[in-house]
């Protein structure tokens, strides 16, 4: 190290800026954060039509929509059809 007086001058200019609250993040309180709840459904592959199954998921679907909630995945997975899942914020 060719200054080690630069060094301990921006060791401690570290130091005190890091106690300064002008270049901190402020923390999130809890009670600004907001939470939600969720569900998923899904159906099972059996012997009914693509278009009857896709039938039943659209209805229920929009009913949960005009109940709050937001659907934010579809996927298919293990033996159902598709599993879909929603959330809505809390009050």
């Known amino acids: 190290m ?3 007086g630069f060094a301990l001058v921006c060791f401690l200019l ?3 800026a890091s106690q300064v609250s002008v270049f ?3 923390k999130a309180l ?3 954060q907001d939470r939600f709840d969720y569900f998923c459904f899904g159906y099972e592959k059996d012997g009914s039509s ?3 199954r896709a039938k039943i998921a659209e209805t229920r679907l929009k009913k ?3 109940e709050g909630w937001e659907l934010v995945s579809a996927v298919s997975m293990y033996n159902l059809e598709a ?3 929603l959330k809505r914020r809390l009050p």
């Open 64 to 66: 949960a929509g005009e």
């Open 30 to 32: 809890a009670s600004q």
């Open 24 to 26: 901190s993040v402020p």
């Open 83 to 85: 599993t879909y899942c």
């Open 14 to 16: 570290g130091c005190v």
């Open 50 to 52: 693509v278009d009857a």
């Open 2 to 4: 060719r200054n080690p």
